[in-house]
């Protein structure tokens, strides 16, 4: 952008898969992320979102695959910054409000640093984990996703410059385990390598088994069942983060989603 172009700054936001179901997960306030551009000097518009590389349940689970014993993650994330914006998808159901106004200058900037933050961090988390529902509960592991990347470029547009306005309300989707102190059990190689921990590797293989993608409707009722019992009576979960796994000693209320007020920065 030339710099002294004035750009407008816009909040997306739409139910996750919109394009594939609707609101359908709006209702559940399940929601996906952007944020959009306009150049008042050449009009054209463009939107920078981050997404998982290979879906969400891909970056949210492992696979298993036949006679390997570490558990396969296709859960690598980035920013992408593409011209237009597609005001029916973030119309229909969601959200398309204008929040600030930067330069040209400004703007430039912000696009250097998202390529610097895609070289930064280049996994996906789904999850946040928390020691209980209270607010200022510890906060063992944050997400990594397309709200926390939002978050992080308008933090980076304040930093800049920018000014933006509050009046406008910001919830953002988290999804929230809850857990006791995690208990740190080691990465692929100390696990999963022939001199690493066979029965942990184990335990670790049956648990994630649950999660597994393409199942019958037999299979799936079946996994729940077995999910819910893990989670609730054993009070158990094994989590990936970082490329290290931890194991996480459950507390009520367990998983929630949550759709959180984090105001603008000023």
């Not at 008042?40 to 949210?60: A, D, I, M, S």
């Not at 006791?180 to 670790?204: C, H, K, M, R, V």
């Not at 293989?205 to 199942?215: A, E, L, N, S």
């Amino acid at each position: 952008m030339k710099n002294e172009d004035v750009i407008e700054v816009f909040r997306l936001q739409a139910p996750v898969w919109e394009f594939k179901y609707g609101n359908l997960l709006g209702h559940f306030k399940i929601m996906h992320d952007a944020i959009g551009f306009r150049s008042t000097l050449t009009g054209k518009n463009y939107t920078t979102e981050w997404y998982e590389l290979f879906q969400l349940g891909n970056c949210t689970f492992p696979h298993l695959r036949p006679n390997m014993k570490e558990p396969f993650w296709c859960n690598q994330g980035a920013a992408c910054f593409f011209e237009g914006i597609d005001d029916d998808h973030w119309k229909s159901n969601g959200t398309l409000v204008p929040i600030a106004t930067v330069s040209g200058s400004m703007f430039n900037s912000l696009a250097k640093w998202i390529k610097e933050d895609n070289n930064t961090g280049i996994y996906y988390q789904s999850w946040n984990v928390k020691a209980s529902p209270e607010l200022n509960s510890s906060m063992w592991f944050e997400s990594y996703d397309c709200a926390s990347f939002i978050l992080r470029a308008y933090q980076k547009l304040f930093e800049l410059g920018a000014s933006f306005n509050r009046k406008i309300q910001t919830n953002y989707t988290r999804l929230l385990l809850y857990s006791g102190e995690p208990t740190y059990l080691g990465n692929a190689t100390t696990i999963f390598d022939q001199l690493g921990n066979e029965s942990l590797a184990s335990y670790i293989r049956k648990f994630y088994y649950f999660y597994r993608p393409h199942q019958s409707w037999k299979e799936l009722a079946l996994s729940l069942v077995e999910i819910y019992y893990k989670v609730v009576f054993e009070k158990s979960f094994y989590f990936f983060y970082n490329f290290e796994y931890w194991f996480l000693p459950m507390k009520p209320p367990y998983i929630k989603i949550v759709y959180d007020e984090i105001p603008l920065p000023s």
